[in-house]
């Protein structure tokens, strides 16, 4: 079975750009969920989606935000883009609403820079 | 909230030993899932390990094992027989049923295998 897939790998942007990633889950699991991984402040959990409805969202600003389709592939997008916005993103899904019994697959990531 | 707290922000082991990563967890919910993830230097997050509050034997997969003291609210890693591929930063992480509440992460050990 494929794991989840993140489209594009590497991105450079300059400031006040925007950009989307884009996240496939693994075949079968309807939940995704993105966080962002910096030196500074490691692993933030930015938002969940579940049957295309955000089901959960971390304290980011409103310049980031996402979508699930139907399919239960996601993207994120990330608007007027900040030199702080330098990350590696990284998506998991699970087979349902996260639950304390179910577990998070994580893609391979997309690494942003913002220049 | 939940908490995850590792204490050992770098560790080596000598190739086919044991070692034993730190994890310290709190949350006021009695029913919470524990993951260990490894993040080679590629960036994906590889899903290790998992154990429920309430399961009854600590849980193992292969090399990995996880050492689960309920009471001092403690969920150690432990590696037997390093190999020079574990090298890698490793995370603890937990969820709790309580709520729309995401995986939070610990800052992460890096472990360095020595040949």
């Known amino acids: 079975k494929a794991g989840v897939t993140q489209t594009p790998r590497y991105l450079i942007k300059t400031r006040g750009q925007q950009v989307t990633l884009s996240c496939s889950p693994i075949?079968?699991?309807?939940?995704v969920s993105w966080y962002q991984q910096t030196p500074g402040q490691g692993l933030q959990f930015l938002f969940e989606y579940f049957s295309e409805t955000q089901r959960n969202k971390g304290n980011f600003p409103g310049r980031f935000s996402g979508r699930q389709f139907s399919n239960s592939r996601s993207e994120m997008n990330v608007s007027t883009l900040e030199l702080g916005d330098s990350a590696l993103y990284l998506c998991?899904?699970?087979?349902?609403?996260?639950?304390?019994?179910?577990?998070?697959?994580f893609g391979p990531g997309t690494r942003l820079t913002v220049l | 909230a939940q908490k995850i707290t590792q204490t050992q922000p770098g560790m080596f082991v000598q190739e086919k030993e044991a070692v034993t990563l730190d994890c310290t967890y709190d949350?006021?919910?009695?029913?919470?899932?524990l993951f260990w993830y490894k993040q080679p230097s590629s960036g994906e997050m590889i899903f290790l390990i998992y154990q429920g509050s309430y399961d009854q034997q600590n849980a193992t997969e292969g090399r990995y094992s996880l050492n689960f003291q309920k009471a001092r609210k403690s969920a150690n890693l432990v590696i037997s027989a390093s190999q020079l591929g574990d090298s890698a930063m490793y995370f603890c992480a937990m969820t709790t049923n309580s709520g729309n509440t995401p995986l939070v992460f610990g800052k992460g050990t890096r472990l360095s295998v020595i040949a």
């Open positions: 949350t006021s919910d009695p029913s919470y899932g």
């Open positions: 075949s079968g699991h309807r939940s």
């Open positions: 998991a899904s699970s087979l349902a609403v996260l639950t304390s019994t179910d577990t998070q697959y």
